[in-house]
């Protein structure tokens, strides 16, 4: 029997750039939705807050609660000033942290980077898995998370250029515990009061 291979091109298409949303909706659960019926193939839209006509007494949702870090980092290096960016992606010990750097050229071992007038020192110690690179930060305080709160940003999508102005719309309304290096989007469409209605409903 010939094996049958799907290559990456297969799901390309293109996306006109001005289709693409800058700023969330002021009601979550007013974005767009699009339904596939499996048996009869049949494509419907709709929209978010159609989700509990959609779903049945006894389906389950499984959420993450996780709250996203700000964990994009914009410093200088020390020396020449030469602008570095971070993004953290996992804590291996206290003070270290895997992290993508750009550009990769300014972050060779022994590299300091200033962030937020000296809040934040982080030095790269080593290159790791497909370029990343591990910093070890000294700071000011008790706690790299409260010393991010004051010199990190949201990660947002590359395709996503303008900043938000209230962090909370980067969070689902139902976060709980600090860790993640980007918001899981799916969940960003929930209310409380359609969580509600899902409860009641048996899902």
């Known amino acids: 029997m010939q094996e049958k291979h799907m290559h990456r091109s297969a799901f390309a298409f293109d996306l006109p750039k001005e289709l693409i ?31 509990p006509d959609l779903l049945r007494p006894g389906d389950v ?43 990769g050229k300014r972050a060779k071992p022994g590299t300091r980077v200033v962030f937020g ?3 934040l020192l982080g030095e790269i110690v080593d290159t ?32 996503i250029t303008e900043e938000l102005e209230d962090g909370e719309r980067y969070q689902t309304v139902y976060s709980r515990e600090l860790g993640s290096a980007a918001a899981p989007t799916a969940g960003l469409h929930f209310t409380p009061e359609l969580l509600s209605t899902l409860r009641e409903k048996g899902v």
């Open 61 to 103: 949702l499984v959420m993450n609660d996780s709250r996203v870090m700000p964990s994009r980092l914009l410093g200088r290096k020390e020396g020449t000033g030469g602008a570095v960016e971070l993004l953290l992606l996992s804590q291996k010990e206290n003070g270290l942290w895997e992290t993508l750097v750009k550009p």
């Open 21 to 51: 949303a800058q700023h969330p909706l002021d009601s979550r659960d007013h974005s767009r939705l699009l339904c596939l019926d499996r048996k009869t193939g049949e494509i419907r839209h709709r929209h978010f807050s159609d989700l």
């Open 117 to 119: 007038e000296g809040l």
């Open 128 to 159: 790791v898995n497909e370029g990343n690179r591990l910093v070890r930060f000294t700071f000011q305080g008790d706690n790299i998370f409260q010393v991010l709160d004051q010199v990190g940003r949201m990660p947002l999508p590359p395709y």
